[in-house]
């Protein structure tokens, strides 16, 4: 059975994850946006620092769903600035820029 969980915030840093998990291949995992001014501000950060406010928000959001247990650190982590993405104007996005699809 797959679950496809979502969760979407208002606190900073991150505006809303996704769970990219694959059960099958025992890969466990979740990707986090951050966005907006938000965004902007934690790019200025250093790595640990963006790090370290990341795992304390998503401690924060799953927290009370795990009882006392601790939430694991993270094996490995991957970090990706949109912004400087010229084909993806700023983020990733499953539709076409507006006016793609009119008429021609």
Known sequence: ?????F???KQDP???TRDT???EDEQYSITCFITG?????????NRQDRKTKVLAHLANVFGGYIGNQKIPPPIF????DWSG???LGGGP???DAAGLNGER
Do not use: H, Q, Y
């Not at 059975?1 to 969980?5: G, K, L, R, S």
């Not at 001014?37 to 950060?45: E, P, T």
């Open 1 to 5: 059975m797959a679950m496809v969980n």
């Open 7 to 9: 969760i979407s915030t």
């Open 14 to 16: 991150v505006s809303f």
């Open 21 to 23: 998990s694959c059960d």
């Open 37 to 45: 001014d938000s965004g902007r501000k934690w790019g200025s950060l």
């Open 77 to 80: 982590a991957i970090e990706n």
């Open 85 to 87: 993405d010229s084909w």
């Open 93 to 95: 996005t499953p539709s």
